[in-house]
């Protein structure tokens, strides 16, 4: 049977494909354009000038004023204290080296131990991606079943890993003990490893598999990774709060950095009640149980001592940045001045031909 279709009903057809008669559909919405003049664009200049410079040199100053000491004891040269150990340094063995080094000025506040780390592509897409994040918040299937990105380090002897991954299986784990010399006298420096690692992360990111309390049976139908000397749930057995996935250190070495060359926070020496300085100038002993190898990646390991401010640590950078930037902005800003106040009245009448 066909079917007849009228004049109005194509008529009614055409009209429904039009936009609605709105200001929004039909484009008259109400618009704004700057236009650019003299009146405008040089007190801009001018004003962000006056603005960035003051800042620029408030954080440089602040920056300038944290304390930092750096030394490098990767051990490249017969010279260096730990050069017995670079070639025989290995994930199951530990060497052990002493670095003496003087304090000039004192250390207040708290003071932030990092470890740090040159050469290490961190950022690498395949290193990025191998890790389970399912299986480090503590889900049991993930435990006996982790993600194929973990691969190769996925299983071993036909048990799962765990922690699996290229990540977790890099794991940095020298150890650094901090002495102080009181005239002869050798005092240990206090190191505290509890609030080293973000809280969302401590609390939220990461987390043990429910069960038993005793991590040895939660984890007994896993295996360890291939480059670690024992097991997750040996990291630290003497704190249950830091020991298996929520283990601070292994939490702080998750977190990867963006840059080949990086630090990442190993301890805190917290602030003296007393009115001492909470690192005295002086002579100080770091004693190394060096176990991490970089000589294979031509890589290079160094303790830093750090205190911060209200900007956090040291960082020169963004008060340069405010200072160049203001800088320009305040020399534009008078080189456009004079250019409009020589160019900007002549009248351009006079070269119209009649």
């Known amino acids: 049977m066909a079917t007849n279709y009228s004049a109005k009903d194509d008529d009614t057809q055409h009209r429904s494909k039009k936009p609605d008669n709105t200001a929004f559909k039909q484009q008259r919405l109400p ?4 236009i650019l003049t003299a009146g405008t664009v040089l007190p801009a200049f001018f004003i962000i000038g006056l603005v960035f410079i003051p800042i620029g040199i408030g954080l440089f100053v602040t920056s300038n004023n944290i ?3 750096e030394i490098d004891y990767t051990g490249t040269t017969p010279e260096e204290p730990c050069y017995h150990c670079t070639r025989n ?3 199951n063995t530990s060497c052990t080296c002493t670095l003496h080094f003087n304090l ?6 708290n003071v932030f131990m990092y470890y740090g780390l040159s050469h290490f592509y961190q950022n690498h897409r395949r290193y990025v991606k191998s890790r389970d994040d399912s299986q480090l918040n503590g889900d049991a299937l993930s435990l006996q079943n982790p993600s194929k990105e973990c691969e190769p380090y996925r299983t071993s002897n036909n048990k799962p890993i765990a922690p699996c991954g290229a990540i977790a299986n890099s794991l940095f784990n020298d150890t650094l003990k901090l002495y102080y010399n009181d005239n002869g006298t050798k005092m240990e420096i206090t190191l505290t490893k509890k609030g ?7 609390n939220v990111k990461f987390r043990n598999p429910p069960g038993n309390q005793n991590l040895s049976i939660v984890f007994k139908d896993t295996s360890k990774p291939l480059n670690w000397p024992k097991p997750v749930y040996e990291l630290d057995p003497n704190d249950p709060m830091n020991n298996g996935f929520i283990n601070e250190d292994f939490i702080v070495w998750m977190r990867t950095a963006a840059l080949p060359t990086f630090r990442k926070l190993y301890r805190l020496i917290k602030k003296n009640t007393s009115m ?13 149980a060096y176990n991490y190898p970089v000589h294979v990646f031509e890589g290079r390991k160094r303790m830093i001592l750090s ?4 900007m956090g640590g040291k960082n020169p950078f963004l008060g340069i940045a405010y200072i160049t930037v203001g800088s320009i902005c305040f020399l534009l800003g008078i080189v ?3 250019i409009h106040n020589k160019y900007g009245n002549r009248s351009t009448s006079a070269d119209i031909p009649n």
């Open 31 to 34: 618009a704004w354009q700057p």
């Open 67 to 69: 304390r930092e000491f």
């Open 89 to 91: 340094a290995s994930w």
């Open 104 to 109: 000039d000025q004192p250390f207040e506040g």
């Open 196 to 202: 080293i690692a973000w809280w969302t992360d401590k």
């Open 276 to 288: 001492t300085p909470t690192l005295k100038p002086g002579n100080y002993t770091l004693e190394v």
């Open 307 to 310: 205190t911060i401010s209200w």
């Open 336 to 338: 456009l001045l004079i």
